[in-house]
Nanobody
C-alpha cells in the first residue's frame, strides 16, 4: 500500500559524494519518520539517519558531519546527501518510512535497496 522507490546509488571514489533519493507513493494518510539504513554481507542492518515530520534528525555517529538527511513533504521524498565518502560506507542502503494509512492503521515500508560502493 505504500511503495518506496529509491535512486542515486552507484560507484564513487573515496572523498566523493552521492545523493540518495526515496519517493513514497500509495494510499497513506501521513508519513511520520523517514530514514535510511544500510547493510553489508557481514553486518546487520543499521540506522544511518532519520528525520521526523517535524524535521528532527538523528545520525549514526560515524556519518555525523558527512551525511545530511532532508525531506520534501510536498513530494513525499527523503534525501541523503553523502559527502566525504569512505570505503567503509560501502553497503546497500535502504529507505524506511512509517506513518498512518487512511484507515488509521500504522505502516512501515522498506525500499528495495540501492548499492553504494566507495573505492579507495
Amino acid at each position: 500500500q505504500v511503495q518506496l522507490v529509491e535512486s542515486g546509488g552507484g560507484l564513487v571514489r573515496a572523498g566523493g559524494s552521492l545523493r540518495l533519493s526515496c519517493a513514497a507513493s500509495g494510499s497513506f494518510f501521513s508519513i511520520n519518520v523517514m530514514g535510511w539504513y544500510r547493510q553489508t554481507p557481514k553486518s546487520q542492518r543499521e540506522l544511518v539517519a532519520s528525520i521526523t515530520s517535524g524535521g528532527n534528525t538523528r545520525y549514526l555517529d560515524s556519518v555525523k558531519g558527512r551525511f545530511t538527511i532532508s525531506r520534501d513533504n510536498a513530494k513525499n521524498t527523503v534525501y541523503l546527501q553523502m559527502n566525504s565518502l569512505k570505503p567503509e560506507d560501502t553497503a546497500v542502503y535502504y529507505c524506511n518510512v512509517d506513518g498512518l494509512l487512511r484507515d488509521g492503521r500504522s505502516y512501515i515500508s522498506w525500499g528495495q535497496g540501492t548499492q553504494v560502493t566507495v573505492s579507495s
